[in-house]
């Protein structure tokens, strides 16, 4: 007698191709954002400012997460 699986990969495999994606884009943006805060952070405890280059750090992360995401989503629509 054969086990169950909990996941039939092969009856749910479009689910689960877009909840990789999902969760690709997300660590990438999530990944780009908390860089982008260590190196503000390193640098204002560097020259000892209060913030000032971490919150411009935030801010290029945001706008370069987005970038490498929106690249990352037409790379994906090309393929189909």
């Known amino acids: 007698m054969r086990k169950k699986n909990f996941f039939d990969y092969k009856q749910n495999r479009p689910w689960a191709e877009n909840?990789?994606?999902i969760t690709q884009l997300g660590l990438t943006m999530a990944g780009c954002i908390i860089f982008c805060l260590f190196v503000g952070l390193s640098i204002?405890?560097?020259l000892g400012i209060r913030g000032i280059f971490t919150s411009l750090f935030i801010i290029l992360g945001i706008i370069g997460g987005g970038v490498v995401v929106y690249r990352q989503i037409l790379e994906i629509l090309e393929k189909k």
Do not use: I
């Open 19 to 21: 909840l990789q994606v």
């Open 44 to 46: 204002d405890k560097y």
